[in-house]
C-alpha cells in the first residue's frame, strides 16, 4: 500500500513537472505546477512531516500558485511562446546539461560522504530525536523557537522588506505610468 | 517516529527529487517565459524540499524539516519580486 501511493504520487509529480516545463500555455504550466506540489505534499505525509503538508498545501498550492494564476490573467502576459529559437543549440544543450546534471545528482546520492546517511542510523539522534519529544508540529516548534529563533527573525526581516518593497515598485510604476497618459494628453490638446 | 512514516527506502526518494530538480533546470534553461520560469524555479526548490524531509526522516533529525520551513517563507517573499 505505501509503495502503490509512492508510485502513483512520484507518477504524479513527474507529469505535473513535465507539464510545466513542455506545455506552450502559461495557464495550464501553472495548473500542472498544482499537481507537482500536492504530490510533493504526499511524500511529507509519507515521511511523517504533518506540519510541512499543511504548509505545501496552504502557501503553495493556495497562495503561490494562486498568485501566478493572478498575473496570467491580470496582466495579459498569457501570450503563447515562439516557437523559433533564437539561439538554435539551446534545446539540446539544455537537454544534455539536464542528463548530466541527474547523473551527477544520483551519483552523489550513493555516496555517504555527501549525504552524511550513516550506516548506524542513528547517530544523529540528538536533535529532536526520539518519540518523548511530542508530534511532528511541537519538534519543530520547539527547534524553531531555539536554535533557529536569529533566522526566524531575519526572515520576519526579509517578509516585510519584500512587502515594502513591491509597494514602493508598484507605485513608481503607476505614478510614472500616469505621468506619460498626463503627458499624451497635454501633447494631444496641444496639437 | 511519526505514525505516518513509512518504510520505503529513502533512494526513491532522492532519485525522485533529483528527476524533478532535473526537469526543473531544463526548463529554466528552455523556456522564455519569465512566469514559467519562476515556475521552473519552484520546482527545483520543492525537489530540494522533498530531499531536505527524506534525511530530515532518515537521520532522525528534525532541522531538516526547520530548513524546509524557510525555504517555504523565502519562496513566499520571491513573489513579491512580481
Known amino acids: 500500500m505505501e509503495y502503490f501511493i509512492f508510485f502513483l504520487a512520484a507518477a504524479l509529480a513527474l507529469a505535473g513537472a513535465l507539464g510545466v516545463v513542455l506545455l506552450r500555455n502559461p495557464a495550464h504550466c501553472a495548473l500542472s505546477l498544482v499537481v507537482t506540489l500536492i504530490s510533493v505534499a504526499i ?4 515521511l511523517g512531516a504533518a506540519l510541512l503538508v499543511a504548509m505545501q498545501i496552504i502557501v503553495y498550492a493556495g497562495a503561490i500558485v494562486v498568485l501566478f494564476l493572478f498575473v496570467i490573467m491580470l496582466l495579459g502576459v498569457d501570450r503563447k511562446e515562439s516557437v523559433e529559437e533564437p539561439l538554435k543549440f539551446q534545446r539540446p ?22 549525504t552524511g546517511k550513516s550506516s548506524t542510523g542513528t547517530a544523529h539522534a540528538i536533535h529532536g530525536g526520539g518519540a518523548d519529544l511530542g508530534g511532528n508540529v511541537e519538534r519543530v516548534a520547539r527547534s524553531l523557537f531555539t536554535d533557529f529563533l536569529w533566522p526566524f527573525e531575519i526572515t520576519a526581516a526579509l517578509l516585510v522588506l519584500a512587502v515594502v518593497g513591491a509597494v514602493v515598485l508598484a507605485r513608481r510604476s503607476s505614478e510614472s505610468a500616469e505621468a506619460v497618459e498626463a503627458g499624451a494628453a497635454g501633447s494631444g490638446e496641444a496639437s | 517516529m ?65 530548513i524546509v520551513f524557510f525555504i517555504l517563507a523565502v519562496a513566499a517573499a520571491g513573489r513579491w519580486r512580481r
Open chain 2, 2 to 66: 511519526p505514525v505516518l512514516a513509512t518504510t520505503i527506502d529513502a533512494g526513491w526518494y532522492l532519485v525522485l527529487a533529483a528527476l524533478i530538480f532535473t526537469i526543473g533546470a531544463a526548463g529554466l534553461l528552455t523556456r522564455r517565459n519569465v512566469l514559467v520560469m519562476f515556475m521552473c524555479v519552484e520546482l527545483m526548490l520543492n525537489a530540494v524540499n522533498l530531499t531536505f524531509v527524506t534525511f530530515a526522516r532518515e537521520l532522525n533529525d528534525i532541522r531538516g524539516q526547520v
Open chain 1, 43 to 46: 511524500f511529507f505525509a509519507q
Open chain 1, 93 to 114: 544543450v539544455a537537454l544534455a546539461l539536464g542528463v548530466v546534471l541527474f547523473a551527477e545528482v544520483v551519483f552523489l546520492i550513493g555516496h555517504q560522504w555527501a
